[in-house]
């Protein structure tokens, strides 16, 4: 991030060649190799002094990235608000923590298959609601969430309301309940990475651009040739993979899953203050006001003042981003530094 | 010369009232087809059926011999028929380059984002946008917006192109350099189908001319014949109020 840094390599060259052209490639993009030292950074500090709480904080940090970033090709890109984003979070969290207490599947492959039913069923459902535009598609998100968990609540082989207690059993498999965690820490900071690393491939690939135009003026996307309901469908679909497993390996952490607590609204809506928060359509903004909306709600809720408060302090940070910053942190970035632009995507 | 575009017996209403009724007519290959009519006559309609907005109540629309009625209009775009709004419609915080881009990717060519940049280039020198390449679209000026109109429907490289009014809200001097561009359109082979109001452009750019009136084909003929047609100057300043020719409303 420094001034040193070079203009970056243009990011449309995508040499399709040797492995090794293509690594040398990736090692010219700067933003990349950004991404990869957060990644770093966030696996070692906690690991220095063995600091549980600096894990337990930089954790929270990392969900919330994964759901801020992933919120953000929707939201961001194809400008389409979510307000049921959670939905892919809590229902992740139930495929996996299932197949691990009831079928005994290993946390990995778990999770991965929740990934990737989750994004199944998003793709169904997008086909149907992203037909809708505006606040009738922002109710109708609302409504997959909240119908999601009325299911959930009567299904009983989740457990109904009362949700899934993970067995202490499923953690031998990771060498106990202590060395998991550390292992579960681990895995979130890759998946959060991954949602990083895949913001920026989106957004500067052709895919991206589509979405991004679909963004702008829908009607002249498709006008210009954006099949712009396949688009929107893959952008929703694409957008829940991550939170899924993201949402898999938070809750098999926590040891308990119930509806309450997987398909929280309120989680939904602070994932989108972060984004506005950090700049709306950035890898970097939805990240930076993820990491800061969440340190900073680390500190309300130990003070005696504010723990009560804090739900009121994001909507007033809402108002206020949208009335008077409505390009967030980076819009700001961008104005006094305009060449990071290109930099910090 | 052989057919490109044929509207065939097309037929739209919204609600109660007809704005096209039982119109036909056809493009040929690599001309300047005008459209004219007075305000009201369904001449937007028509664009909207024809690049798939919405379908046609009746009538069929083919293209190079396929019939594309009532396809949406990405897929209708990728067959090669680009258009520039009358009203137009920026992808306002992207930079013209961008906006050409998607143009250049999603069009007829379908190209990969590395191999846009060229064409993009291409396409903003014909319309003489190339040093604002880096400006973002909601920045530009009226005129240059309608230059950036075209210049992202030719980055599709289409066969066809739809322009709705594009000398609309220019000054003279803007109005003779977007003719020169729309001759420098056509001298690449692109067959152009343009409404227009500026009746001076229209007269000396079209080599044929269609006049709507009330929806239906009033007209159609070479500039002169229409210009000389009764039926057509009735319409224009007959018993309503008159229009003026050249009027840009």
Known sequence: ?345 | MTDLLEVAGVKKHFGGVTAVHDLSFTVRDGEILGVIGPNGAGKSTVFNVINGVYPPDEGRIVFKGQDITGEPAYRVARRGIARAHQIVQPLATMTVLENCTVGACFGRENLPLARAQEVVREAAEIVGLTDRLDQLAGQLTTAGKKRLELARALSAHPELLLLDEVLAGLNPTEIERMIAVIRRIRDRGIAILMIEHVMRAIMSLSDRIVVLNLGGKLAEGTPQSVARNPDVIAAYLGEAEPTPAGMVH
């Open chain 1, 1 to 345: 991030m420094t001034a040193q840094e070079s203009s970056p390599a243009v990011e449309v060259a995508a040499p399709r060649s040797k492995a090794r052209e293509w690594f040398g490639a990736i090692l010219r993009q700067p933003f990349i190799c950004l991404i990869a030292l957060v990644g770093v950074a966030f696996a070692i500090l906690p690991l220095w002094d063995d600091n549980v709480q600096l894990r337990e904080s930089l954790l929270l940090a990392a969900v919330y990235i994964t759901l801020a970033s992933n919120l953000n090709i929707v939201l961001g890109y194809a400008g389409y608000v979510n307000f049921g984003n959670i939905v892919f979070f809590g229902l992740g969290g139930y495929v996996c923590i299932y197949l691990v207490n009831e079928w005994q599947w290993p946390l990995a492959a778990a999770a991965v298959t929740a990934g990737i039913s989750v994004s199944l069923l998003a793709l169904v459902f997008g086909l149907g609601i992203l037909r809708l535009r505006g606040a009738f598609f922002a109710l109708a998100t609302i409504g997959v969430n909240e119908a999601v968990k009325a299911f959930v609540a009567n299904f009983e082989p989740w457990g109904g309301a009362t949700g899934i207690y993970l067995s202490l059993d499923v953690y031998e498999p990771l060498g106990g309940p202590g060395q998991a965690l550390w292992i579960v820490y681990f895995l979130i900071v890759a998946v959060m990475a991954a949602s990083l690393f895949l913001s920026y491939a989106i957004k500067t690939s052709k895919f991206g651009l589509g979405l991004l135009a679909i963004g702008e003026n829908e009607d002249a996307a498709a006008v210009l040739g954006v099949n712009t309901p396949r688009y929107k469908a893959l952008a929703y679909s694409v957008s829940a993979f991550l939170p899924a497993i993201v949402g898999g390996l938070y809750f098999f952490k926590t040891g308990i899953i119930e509806p309450g607590g997987a398909f929280d609204l309120t989680r939904s809506i602070e994932a989108i203050v972060m984004v506005m928060l950090g700049g709306i359509g950035t890898v970097t903004g939805a990240a930076l006001g993820a990491f800061f909306y969440e340190e900073v709600r680390g500190v309300l809720l130990t003070t005696e003042v504010f723990s009560h408060f804090q739900l009121v302090i994001a909507g007033l940070l809402l108002l206020v981003i949208v009335l008077f910053a409505p390009a967030g942190l980076m819009g700001f970035v961008y104005k006094r530094w305009p060449r990071m632009r290109r930099l910090l995507q």
